[in-house]
């Protein structure tokens, strides 16, 4: 009996440890794969055009996030949608734009975040029984409109809805 426990503990372990050695075996070392994406692009001009275009390109809520104060995230939530042939799953990351910084501050509070986030939810579900979110694409601009209108009446100071992210799957129903 005893050594039936000690193989049922020494086996996953010896498993395990010769699983990491292989994987530290065949990974390969940081400074080939970094040889390798260099030899890609043999102009270095090139490349180095190719990085500050998309840098330019990829101004987005996330840079905005990082550089205004007054901007809080909240999250990112699934929202059912249904239809009648399908349900939509819509997935949104929030952030909201704050009147001034002091707004901003009282909303970080873990009490008035869960607050806000709780009503952002009833918000969404609100906009799932509308049309807002049944069509074929979403007006991100136009759910924005929605879900700052219905916030504003429970909080002061809130300026405008971003989405960090918003996209939506559907699934048909059997």
Do not use: W
Not at 63 to 68: P, R, S
Not at 87 to 97: E, Q, W
Request: glycine share 6%.
């Amino acid at each position: 009996m005893n050594k039936l426990a000690i193989a049922i503990v020494a086996l996953p372990l010896a498993c395990l440890g010769g699983g990491y050695a292989t994987g530290m075996v065949l990974a390969p070392p940081a400074t080939d794969s970094l040889a390798v994406s260099d030899s890609v692009t043999d102009e270095p001009a090139q490349r180095a055009a190719d990085d500050t275009q998309h840098v330019q390109e990829d101004v987005s809520v996330g840079h905005l996030l990082a550089e205004d104060r007054t901007i809080i995230r909240l999250g990112q939530m699934t929202i059912p949608v249904e239809k009648a042939n399908s349900v939509s799953y819509v997935v949104a990351d929030f952030a909201l734009k704050l009147e001034s910084l002091e707004v901003a501050e009282r909303y970080k509070r873990v009490e008035e975040a869960t607050r806000l986030r709780d009503s952002l939810l009833t918000a969404m579900n609100l906009a799932a029984e509308g049309t807002v979110l049944r069509g074929v694409a979403i007006d991100s601009d136009e759910l924005s409109a929605l879900i700052r209108d219905l916030l504003s009446k429970d909080y002061e100071g809130v300026e405008d809805v971003l989405f960090v992210s918003l996209y939506k799957q559907d699934v048909a129903r059997l």
